[in-house]
C-alpha cells in the first residue's frame, strides 16, 4: 500500500530478510553509524567494507593483496595462492593494494582492507 500510494517509510528492524523483502535502500549500522545506505543489491554484492561483507554474506574470508591490475584481477593470498576476480566496475584498486576477499558459491566479493584485527 505504502508504494504504491507513494508515501515514505521509515522502518528500524534486526531482520535482514524484512529489510531486503521490504525496503528500496538499506542501512547497515555499527557502533551507532550507518556504515553503508544503498540497494538491497548493492549491499550484497558491493559491500562497503568487512563489517557489512560479514553482515550481510555469511562467507569465508580471505586476506589478499593485487598483483595485476586490470578489468579481470589478479590477488596472491598470504599464502602466496593467486586468484581471478572479476570487480565491480566501481573497483579502482592498485597493485600492492590490500583488500580482504568473501567467498561465494557465484561470485568473489571483494574490499579494502579496513579491520584492525588483522
Known amino acids: 500500500m505504502l508504494k504504491e500510494s507513494g508515501t515514505t517509510c521509515v522502518m528500524v528492524t534486526h531482520d535482514q530478510h524484512d529489510a531486503f523483502a521490504l525496503g528500496d535502500k538499506v542501512g547497515v549500522m555499527s557502533e551507532g553509524s550507518i ?34 591490475p586490470q578489468q579481470l584481477y589478479t590477488l596472491r593470498t598470504l599464502e602466496g595462492i593467486k586468484l581471478l576476480a572479476l570487480f565491480p566496475s566501481h573497483a579502482n584498486f592498485e597493485i600492492g593494494d590490500d583488500v580482504r576477499v568473501r567467498l561465494d558459491v557465484d561470485h568473489l566479493v571483494v574490499f579494502e582492507h579496513d579491520d584492525p584485527l588483522g
Open 35 to 68: 556504515v553503508q545506505w544503498d540497494t538491497p543489491y548493492n549491499l550484497y554484492h558491493q559491500p562497503g567494507n568487512h563489517f557489512v561483507a560479514d553482515f550481510i554474506g555469511n562467507g569465508v574470508f580471505l586476506s589478499g593483496e593485487v598483483v595485476s
